[in-house]
């Protein structure tokens, strides 16, 4: 074709090119029009193409909008969460309204004698009291022990604290309260190998006599059981159920004293035992006021809780280790009277109410004095009121009559 194009002559070749030129603008209609659809395709994918991502920008600001709907409700709840109170803790005690830093202890009850019959309870008060820590006598008529089935425990705070030497222990530490702060490493020895002894020992040997003879423990320190565990049964029947069921607890109690090693001894052999203990203790504390010299400690607490459940027994009950401490060891009823004036002055009214919280003041009841007194005030005044309203009345009246008596007088001028 180029060839033949090349051979044609020179004047010939526009008409050449027109026919050409023709015959493109002619295929330029169809191009065009063949291109139109092409171009609307395009076109139409680019109009659904923006419809899709108009869509998709919906969706996606409704799924924004969802999540900040869910944002904000979770930062509702978190506040509402941190605004709400934190749930009460619950505590396992008995005393459930307890006060803060108030010691509720748990005893046995008073006796007309003795403060409580328990010397491992006598000694927890007594050591409260010298230390001067605020507590409450809960009073539970001996229905309570703690989980480790002991009296005395104490609970502080919704805790319970077990067995009387725990509890010195731990209240020392908290509160800062050690007796014997002020000893020598060997006095703090021979204190605690002297509470071993009485602890160990010696109140063993008094629980001997107390498990063999029950009756003589009521007898001798005057318990009254209908107050003791707050039954309304006569003390009569009160007093014999005790017996059986001593005597029942008799068995258990004499496993124990053998278990000890206590209990495989003669009564004879026991009441000697128990008389050593209170030579030793007489010769240590000698003629000073306490065994460390003019303050107490933990030793003369324990010593004290002892040795009063001899001193206070009744004398009408015949104890013959009462009666060798009365007459051979006369300086530990000397300790026994300083250490209770000194922890117990109101001792008396203890006894004499049987009243576990004594030391706690109480509001003074109004008397009937004051009652009449002011009953007697209220009725003068109610008689103040009464003679002003008469006193009233009777002026108005005086008034009355002397209008009435000068309109008399007008009309008469008249007349």
Excluded at 62 to 78: P, Q, S
Excluded at 175 to 198: F, P
Aim: glycine share 6%; with cysteine; net charge negative.
């Amino acid at each position: 074709m180029a060839t033949e194009v090349a051979q044609i002559p020179a004047e010939e070749t526009p008409a050449v090119a027109a026919s050409t030129e023709n015959a493109e603008q002619a295929d330029k209609p169809a191009a065009a029009t063949e291109a139109a659809p092409a171009a609307a395709a395009p076109a139409e994918k680019e109009g659904a193409g923006d419809a899709a991502q108009d869509k998709d920008n919906k969706e996606e600001k409704a799924d924004a909008a969802a999540g900040d709907g869910e944002a904000k409700k979770e930062e509702a709840t978190a506040v509402a969460k941190t605004d709400a109170p934190p749930p009460a803790q619950k505590f396992n005690v008995h005393k459930a309204n307890f006060e803060k830093d108030i010691i509720y202890l748990y005893q046995f009850s008073r006796t007309p004698l003795l403060p409580s019959l328990s010397p491992y309870c006598l000694k927890v008060e007594t050591w409260l009291r010298l230390v001067g820590l605020k507590y409450e006598n809960v009073d539970h008529k001996m229905r309570f022990r703690s989980k480790k089935g002991q009296l005395p425990f104490i609970e502080l705070n919704g805790e319970e604290i077990a067995d009387s030497a725990i509890i010195i222990k731990e209240l020392s530490a908290k509160y800062d309260k050690n007796l014997d702060a002020g000893l020598t490493a060997e006095q703090r020895n021979v204190s605690y190998a002297t509470i071993a002894m009485l602890e160990n020992h010696l109140i063993w040997i008094i629980f001997y006599w107390r498990a063999k003879y029950p009756d003589n423990v009521l007898k001798g320190y005057k318990v009254n059981l209908q107050h003791a565990l707050g039954l309304r049964l006569p003390n009569s029947i009160l007093n014999f159920f005790f017996k059986i069921t001593f005597g029942r607890k008799w068995f258990q109690g004499t496993k124990k004293l053998k278990a000890h090693g206590i209990g495989v001894h003669s009564a004879e052999e026991i009441e000697e035992f128990g008389k050593s203990d209170l030579k030793v203790l007489s010769e240590m504390l000698d003629c000073k006021p306490f065994f460390f010299g003019d303050e107490p400690t933990t030793l003369d607490v324990v010593a004290f809780a002892v040795l009063s459940q001899l001193h206070y027994l009744s004398k009408d009950i015949a104890y013959p280790l009462r009666d060798y401490m009365t007459e051979k060891c006369p300086n530990l009823i000397g300790h026994v009277s300083r250490m209770k004036d000194k922890c117990f002055p109101d001792w008396d009214e203890i006894c004499t109410k049987l009243d576990l919280n004594a030391h706690i003041p109480k509001p003074e009841p109004e008397t009937k004095e004051g009652k009449e007194g002011g009953e007697q005030e209220k009725s003068n005044e109610q008689e103040g009121t009464e003679g002003d309203k008469i006193e009233k009345e009777l002026e108005k009246d005086k008034s009355n009559e002397k209008e009435s008596t000068e309109e008399n007088k007008e009309k008469e001028e008249t007349k």
